[in-house]
């Protein structure tokens, strides 16, 4: 036996974060299992926000290759810090996208869960160049459109009423593919309180035609799957409390 090192591929349950992501994964099955759903229909997004590169290193070695940052600066950290050995990670972007980072993060992600403007899209199409040919797949980016479904007057997203408008623009873009709708579920003591917006997310989606399902984080993800999420974004289940 030779010493792992932090750029060693483990695939094991021997650390506790790679116990934690086979514990959050296991949950993911169990509640498909609830609805009668084919547990590949859910992409585990796990969001990686202020932990240390050999933290997420060790996530993507334990098999975690979707993950998720909230923040430019720290995305570009991520994103340009070396992956573990040969897996390289598709990076998404959750958290509001300035207009003025678009040209620095189109690059590196996968896909963005929070398009919330035609302005947005202008400036993406603006900056379509920065993209280049390497890294993301060719053609146009993934897009969630993030929905304030609560309505909590302090939240991100747009008001359901905008969706019609905002739709119109992005199909009339060449460089958005609108996947589906994204939300953050208010904070509550009880997730099952949250079903009611995982339902009207689900919903309002449907009434559009769009398939993906952008929600449930670490309290209320599997409530989130038992109402059709197809992309959960899971943190400190995952990799533990925040640092600072
Ligand atoms: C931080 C964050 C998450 C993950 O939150 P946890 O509670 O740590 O699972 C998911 N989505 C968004 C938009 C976030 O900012």
Not at 81 to 110: C, D, M, S, T
Not at 208 to 219: A, D, F, K
Request: proline share 8%; glycine share 8%; hydrophobic share 45%.
């Amino acid at each position: 036996m030779t010493t792992p090192t932090r750029t060693t591929p483990t695939r094991t349950t021997s650390t506790p974060l790679a116990a934690r992501l086979a514990d959050v994964r296991a949950r993911i099955v169990e509640a498909c299992e609830r609805v009668g759903r084919d547990p590949a229909s859910v992409t585990l997004v796990g969001v990686s926000k202020t932990q240390p590169p050999e933290v997420v290193r060790e996530a993507i070695a334990a098999g975690l290759l979707d993950l998720g940052e909230n923040r430019a600066q720290d995305l570009l950290a991520q994103a340009q810090a070396p992956a573990a050995a040969g897996l390289a990670p598709r990076w998404h972007f959750i958290g509001h996208l300035q207009r003025n980072k678009v040209r620095e993060v189109l690059p590196h992600i996968y896909a963005l869960h929070s398009l919330d403007s035609a302005r947005l899209i202008e400036e993406m199409e603006r900056r379509w160049d920065a993209r280049g040919a390497a890294g993301p797949p060719p053609g146009r980016l993934p897009c969630y459109i993030e929905v304030n479904i609560g309505g909590e007057a302090q939240k991100t997203g747009i008001a359901p009423a905008a969706l019609p408008a905002l739709l119109a623009s992005a199909s009339a873009s060449p460089v958005v593919a609108v996947t589906g709708l994204m939300t953050v579920a208010p904070q509550v003591v009880d997730p099952e309180e949250t079903r009611p917006i995982f339902r009207a997310l689900r919903e309002l989606a449907a009434a559009h035609g769009l398939r993906g399902l952008s929600m449930g984080m670490t309290e209320d993800y599997p409530v989130a799957i038992e109402e059709g999420a197809t992309v959960v974004r899971v943190g400190r289940a995952i990799f533990g409390e925040r640092r600072a």
